[in-house]
């Protein structure tokens, strides 16, 4: 019997982490199992998230694994060499590193491994499980790419029955917690039902993307969906999906499958602001969909062009926060600040965006280069990345990097947590019982805002507002 365990580490630091189940590594995991089934290869698998509490050591030496498989994004790949440190000193296996960062640093990436996969995994992972089964498979260290899956619905679901979903389904960090798309007594999940996307924003893993985009048929979506509410009892899903509604005739199929098939649970997904129209907007809200994720980025057009290459206007990502109120969706906004050559007005400029169009829930984050993206190419190039840089400082939080060259770094930060402080702080999305939680949460922060009039001015009009809301009872 060939024993696979497949980890996904914890960062050690204060990545914002929603807590999902990890579909990376549920898809190599199913996929493994079915390559195995049709090869007669014995072989068991085992599925280690240390977010979701999974004590990572102790899994590892209760199971004695042959292959070892380690996932990461940038921010946590020092826990993810740490954790594979571990294993070239303690297990006796075939330490396999694979996903977005090491894609990004191959080199880097066998310096700590025995073998380093580039790019989609599962063609590759069957190959050293073949590899292996026929005692080839060695660790003299090599990198390793195979070619994409071009029917994406030949990789089975996620191995979902590999998971402790309860954890997922029940944590206060869930998506369901994150994206208020429904209410928090649900039981929520999230799904992925394509690979890629058709546009190279800047600083996305897909602007340097060279695979095509691929969609999961409709029938598997509706599957995938049933799988979940049957066996976990989930009634509102997260689409992750980089784009959800870009395929237009698949959303229409997936409409009808859900009326076909009278599923009823609340969805959300992420779009692009300049491919929704209204009748797309209806029709999924007639199909349960609450809620939709933009990644509008900016409200300066020069930003917008540089981040987005000129593909989206500031004037249709205001169109769509009109259709989309005008529809009775709501909005998760994403919106960055501190691109290489943005201005402090500019980045103003932002801020009245997401005032002026009241957008219920948003997230601001710095422009991060991330390895892989054009973005940090650019970064490199213009010397900005510190030689020395802490990738766990790539994580989008509020101890990220700063790629500002318009202040000082000290003026940028200063400037970056008050604005996002106020924002988070009068965001239409938010309940008392959020606003209590960021009290608790960053109390210097609220002691910070008692030391200027003007900001507790903001808070307590903003309180009152929500209770005088509560008091009407039509708040969600
Ligand atoms: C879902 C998701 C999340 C979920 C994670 C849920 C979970 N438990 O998996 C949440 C919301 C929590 C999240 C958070 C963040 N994410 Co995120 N996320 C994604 C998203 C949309 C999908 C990931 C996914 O499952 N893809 C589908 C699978 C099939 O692709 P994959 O992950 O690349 O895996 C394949 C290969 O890489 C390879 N592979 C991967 N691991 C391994 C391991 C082995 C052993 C092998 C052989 C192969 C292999 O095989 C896989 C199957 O083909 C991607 C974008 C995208 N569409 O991929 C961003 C993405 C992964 N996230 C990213 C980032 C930066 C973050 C955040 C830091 C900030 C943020 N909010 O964007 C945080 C923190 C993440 C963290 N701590 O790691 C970046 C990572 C870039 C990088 N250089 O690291 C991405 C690429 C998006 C982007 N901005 O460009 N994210
Ligand atoms: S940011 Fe969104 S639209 Fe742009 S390339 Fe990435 S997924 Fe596509």
């Not at 025995?114 to 498979?137: D, F, M, P, S, W």
């Not at 992925?192 to 598997?220: A, D, E, M, W």
């Not at 980025?297 to 020069?302: A, K, L």
Request: aromatic share 8%; proline share 5%.
């Amino acid at each position: 019997m060939i024993r696979l365990a497949l980890i996904f580490p914890k960062d050690y630091g204060e990545t914002p982490m929603e807590v999902a189940p990890p579909f990376n590594l549920g898809y190599l995991a199913s996929y493994s199992l079915l390559y195995a089934k049709n090869n007669d290869i014995p072989l068991e698998v085992k599925i280690i998230d240390e977010v979701a509490g999974q004590d990572v050591e102790g899994s590892l030496n209760e199971f004695k694994p042959n292959i070892i498989g380690i996932t990461a994004t940038t921010p946590l790949i020092k826990r993810a060499y740490d954790i594979a440190a571990y294993c070239k000193s303690n297990i006796d296996a075939v330490i396999v590193m694979g996903g977005p960062h090491v894609t990004a640093m191959p080199e880097e990436g066998l310096e700590n491994a025995h073998v380093v996969v580039k790019g989609e995994g599962e063609l590759a992972l069957a190959e050293l499980i073949h590899k292996y089964n026929q005692g080839t498979l060695g660790k003299e260290g090599f990198i390793l790419e195979k070619p994409y899956i071009d029917e994406i619905d030949e990789v089975p679901i996620p191995a979902f029955h590999l998971m402790d979903m309860s954890c997922y389904t029940n944590s206060k960090k869930n998506v369901l917690h994150t994206f208020k798309f429904a209410s928090p007594k649900s039981v929520g999940a999230a799904l992925l039902t394509t690979r890629g996307c058709p546009f190279k924003c800047i600083f996305c893993h897909n602007s340097k993307r060279t695979k095509p985009v691929r969609y999961h048929s409709p029938q598997r979506v509706i599957s995938e969906i049933k799988y979940l509410m049957t066996n976990y009892g989930v009634n509102a899903v997260f689409f992750f999906d980089d784009e959800f509604l870009t395929n237009r005739k698949r959303i229409r199929d997936i409409c009808s499958l859900i009326r076909e098939n009278n599923l009823n649970f609340q969805w959300a997904c992420q779009a692009r602001a300049d491919i929704i129209n209204e009748e797309v907007l209806l029709l999924i809200k007639e199909h349960g969909c609450t809620l939709i994720g933009f990644g509008f980025e900016s409200g300066c057009q020069r930003i917008l062009n540089i981040l987005k290459k000129s593909t989206v206007t500031v004037e249709e990502n205001a169109r769509a926060v009109e259709l989309c109120k005008k529809v009775g969706l709501k909005i998760y906004g994403n919106f960055m600040l501190g691109t290489p050559s943005e201005t402090k007005e500019e980045m103003m400029e932002t801020m009245r965006f997401i005032e002026k169009y009241s957008i219920d829930n948003v997230s601001i984050a710095k422009t991060t280069p991330l390895p892989g993206t054009t973005l940090w190419d650019e970064c490199i190039e213009k010397g900005i990345i510190p030689f020395d840089l802490d990738y766990s400082r790539l994580n989008l939080g509020r101890n990220a990097i700063s790629v500002c060259d318009t202040m000082t770094k000290e003026e940028f930060d200063k400037f970056f947590e008050e604005t996002v402080l106020k924002t988070v702080v009068t965001m239409r999305g938010n309940s008392i019982k959020d606003l209590l939680l960021i009290a608790v949460k960053r109390p210097s922060e609220v002691i910070k805002l008692v030391g200027n009039p003007q900001k507790v001015l903001i808070l307590l009009k903003f309180i009152i507002g929500k209770f005088s809301t509560l008091i009407r009872g039509s708040d969600s």
